[in-house]
């Protein structure tokens, strides 16, 4: 047995990770440089965070034997996979700490209950209604109009578990293939940009929250993070308002990155709340003292948290299945660029295998031209795949 752990944990302890990607990976290596060892639960044997942690459970979320085991190692408890079931959640917690909490979790894991945790804040979202028949959202779309978006409330990820209905015909084909599953109904947002905020909670109600950031994507898959977003000061500064504002109601320990968008006149709304390391804060390992890694685990640990410091302005590129890996000698012989890959074996389409960090004197980040231009091999590649004009287009500024 263990002894139980007392906070903040000291040197050499075991962090144990639920979940074995590239956002645990992540922090498996922060907390490797604050003294921890990590301790990884997951299905896959190579999985990435198991590569770089001192062990490994292998087994299934669900499975009350793995999770008995996972638990038995470890010191305290956190996540880089959130869809952890309620009773894996429960089982977790009766045996030892967890952060964040299973109640912040739950809150997460189901886009209902998210949107009336972030509209009890008072804070805006698309409009939206709850759906389970073909008939509620015929109601729905009447009260919401169209264009409107169908998601599954669960399970959602890079796009999968979601359409958007355009016309009155959309609805039948629409629902047969998103259900019979609960399902949520949003308003479109008519977006100029999409922008996110990660936020930190420490045990003592700390917080520190990095600069708001613009994402864009590309086949739904985060393809770009522009640090800091090139928006409007007050939006940006209202986004981190919301950001802290929905930690602090979450009574939050640990990592919280907010999805918004920035409505046609100017209004910010939330998306989506993850309570972990997230994408969109990849470029924090290069361009801050400390990331939103080590964040992560200093409040997971109960450590201080020191502030959300950014040295450099900053361009993430995400490098996404087999033809942008295949860029990987390329972007090594690139000078500027700050590679990171994730040790995935097989490079499959719509895979996130790693990312690259450019970074630029703060102030510095360049307009359209300037970031194809920053980001070499990569966008070359791309204007092949597209013509220079596509290329062009989706890197116009917002
Ligand atoms: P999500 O899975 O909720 O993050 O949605 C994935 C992507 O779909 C977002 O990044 C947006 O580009 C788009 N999207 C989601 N919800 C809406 C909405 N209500 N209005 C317009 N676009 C949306």
Redesign the pocket.
């Known amino acids: 047995m263990r002894p139980a752990p007392t906070f903040p944990l000291a040197p050499n302890a075991t962090i144990g990770i639920v979940g074995g990607g590239q956002l645990g990976r992540m922090s498996a290596m922060a907390a490797a440089r604050l003294g921890y060892r990590c301790h990884v639960l997951t299905p896959e044997p190579d999985s990435p965070a198991a590569l770089v942690s001192a062990g490994v459970t292998l087994g299934d979320y669900e499975d009350p034997a793995a999770l008995r085991a996972f638990a038995a190692r470890v010191d305290v408890i956190t996540f880089e996979f959130e869809n952890v079931s309620a009773e894996g959640l429960d089982l977790l917690a009766s045996l030892k700490p967890v952060r964040p909490a299973p109640e912040v979790l739950r809150i997460s894991q189901d886009?209902v209950s998210e949107k009336r945790f972030v509209n009890a804040c008072g804070i805006a979202t698309?409009p939206w209604l709850p759906v389970e028949t073909p008939a509620e959202l015929a109601a729905a779309v009447q009260r919401l109009g169209l264009p409107?978006?169908l998601?599954t409330t669960r399970l959602?990820?890079?796009?999968k578990?979601?359409a958007?209905l355009r016309e009155p015909t959309d609805l039948g084909p629409v629902f047969a293939s998103l259900g019979p599953k609960p399902l949520i109904l949003?308003?479109?947002?008519?977006?100029a940009a999409?922008i996110s905020v990660i936020v930190a909670r420490g045990t003592d109600g700390s917080d520190a929250a990095f600069d708001t950031v613009e994402?864009r994507?590309r086949d739904?898959i985060l393809d770009l993070t522009l640090a800091p977003a090139p928006i409007a000061p007050a939006l940006a500064t209202e986004a981190r308002a919301i950001a802290r504002r929905l930690a602090a109601s979450l009574d939050l320990v640990g990592l919280l990155a907010v999805?918004m968008?920035i409505g046609p006149r100017g209004t910010v709304r939330v998306?989506?709340i993850a309570p972990r390391p997230h994408n969109s804060g990849h470029w924090t390992i290069d361009a801050c003292p400390a990331s939103q890694f080590e964040l992560h685990i200093r409040a997971v640990a109960g450590l201080p948290l020191p502030p959300a410091i950014r040295y450099a302005d900053a361009v993430m590129k995400n490098l996404v299945g087999p033809e942008e890996t295949a860029l990987w000698p390329d972007i090594l012989a690139t000078p500027g660029l700050i590679p990171h890959l994730y040790g995935k074996a097989e490079a499959r389409r719509g895979r996130k295998m790693g990312h690259v960090t450019r970074l630029f004197p703060r102030g510095g980040l360049p307009g359209r031209f300037g970031l194809e231009a920053a980001l070499g091999p990569l966008m070359r590649a791309r204007q092949n795949e597209l013509g220079l004009h596509a290329e062009s287009a989706a890197l116009e500024e917002s």
């Open positions: 886009r698309a409107a978006v998601k959602g990820y890079d796009g578990g979601q958007i949003e308003g479109f947002v008519d977006y999409e994402n994507h739904h999805e968008f998306n989506e």
